[in-house]
């Protein structure tokens, strides 16, 4: 009985359950800190992406944009008779997408999987070309050629092996041509 009384009032080894709270605590964390981190990285991987199909796409217009009329700069039109026409071409840019990125159309969502799992879903890709004027009167203070997009991602959140509501944000993105000469 005395050996059992003396084991209580023994101070060694007290420590052991905050070092366990402390290390658990900080695992917690850290899993947080790393599902942050993997939300960050998709999200400018697929902002990255929908830049390059925009720039693409303002690439593929160039023909349309400076097609060696006097008026040079001029933005996308085309001679049409006594005057010029509006051309400009929004291009596929969710398919430039889907090959950069690997996703997959499925219930009008392109959905990219790792395994069998989701890891994030696009929908919604708003494409907005705006053209320069023709023969502005200010060059240099006029609208440029520019191509706007706005997609929503959405991408599956687990924290604590629970599914937790997803994150859901629109991504905008810009891409311009600019003259040289």
Partial sequence: MIKLINCFRDKKGSSFP??????????????????????????????EAVQDAIIITVN????NVYHGVREGYSGGYLPDGSSFSYSVDTGDVYDHMDTTLGTTVESGKHIKYSGDVVEYKLSGLEVTVRNAPLAPSSPRNAQHFE???VILLEVPVQFGGKQLPPMKIKLKVQAGYTEVF
């Fill in 18 to 47: 905050l070092i366990i709270a402390i290390t658990l605590a900080l695992v917690i964390i850290m899993c947080g800190i790393l599902e942050f981190f993997r939300l960050n990285i998709i999200a400018s991987g697929v902002k």
């Fill in 60 to 63: 593929d217009n160039y023909a």
């Fill in 147 to 149: 191509a706007d997009a």
